[in-house]
Each structure stands twice: as structure tokens, then as C-alpha cells.
Nanobody, 123 residues
Framework: QVQLVESGGGSVQAGGSLRLSCAAS????????MAWFRQVPGKEREGVAH???????NYADSVMGRFTISRDNAKNTLYLQMNSLKPEDTAMYYC?????????????????WGQGTQVTVST
């Protein structure tokens, strides 16, 4: 069973930066599509960014130009660099994995999830 463990969340003022990490417990990590989602209470989990096996990336419009997703296959780790943070970025952030050649943009398309890490952005 693959496990994902996120870290790096915290509290920051608007305009600040945070870097999230997600460590995966699988030797087949390079073959997974990886993604970051976020969720606030009372709302659906929304896709933030994903990266496929070949390193191709996709971002939600709301984070385009501010967030960067990347992966280090040698370390089985996924990253999300978040710059110019806004209060509306406040959410629980989740790492997700999908063993497929194609990535999805909806939560239902991913079957492996981390426990989440909280990001809070204050004004």
C-alpha cells in the first residue's frame, strides 16, 4: 500500500511563500501521476496542480504564475512551491497519486491520498 506524507504547511502573511513536500513510500513513484489538491470546510476538494510521469504540469487558473509543482523521482518526493500567497489560498492541502499515464484534474480520479497539511494565509 502506497503511503503519502505531506509536510511544510503553516501560517504566513499575505505575499509570503511556503513550500509543501509530499514523500511517497513506493519504488514505482516515477510511474505515478502526482497532484496537489486543497479543501476548505464546506467546499469540494479542488485541484491545484498536477505533474505527470514526464514532468508535464498543469495548474488551476487561481494559482497560475504563483505556484510551481515539481517532483524529484530520486527522492520519491513531490513539491509545491507557493509564492505571493493570498488569504484565499488558506486551505488544507492534500497530496494525491494516480498510477496512470494520464493525470486527472478531479479528486475522484485519484485513489491514493495523504493526510493533508494546513496552510493559513493572513492579511
Amino acid at each position: 500500500q502506497v503511503q503519502l506524507v505531506e509536510s511544510g504547511g503553516g501560517s504566513v502573511q499575505a505575499g509570503g511563500s511556503l513550500r509543501l513536500s509530499c514523500a511517497a513510500s513506493t519504488l514505482l513513484y516515477s510511474r505515478y501521476c502526482m497532484a496537489w489538491f486543497r479543501q476548505v470546510p464546506g467546499k469540494e476538494r479542488e485541484g491545484v496542480a498536477h505533474i505527470d510521469r514526464d514532468g508535464r504540469t498543469n495548474y488551476a487558473d487561481s494559482v497560475m504564475g504563483r505556484f510551481t509543482i515539481s517532483r524529484d523521482n530520486a527522492k520519491n518526493t513531490l513539491y509545491l512551491q507557493m509564492n505571493s500567497l493570498k488569504p484565499e489560498d488558506t486551505a488544507m492541502y492534500y497530496c494525491a497519486a494516480r498510477f496512470s499515464t494520464s493525470c486527472g484534474i478531479t479528486a475522484i480520479q485519484y485513489n491514493i491520498w495523504g493526510q493533508g497539511t494546513q496552510v493559513t494565509v493572513s492579511t
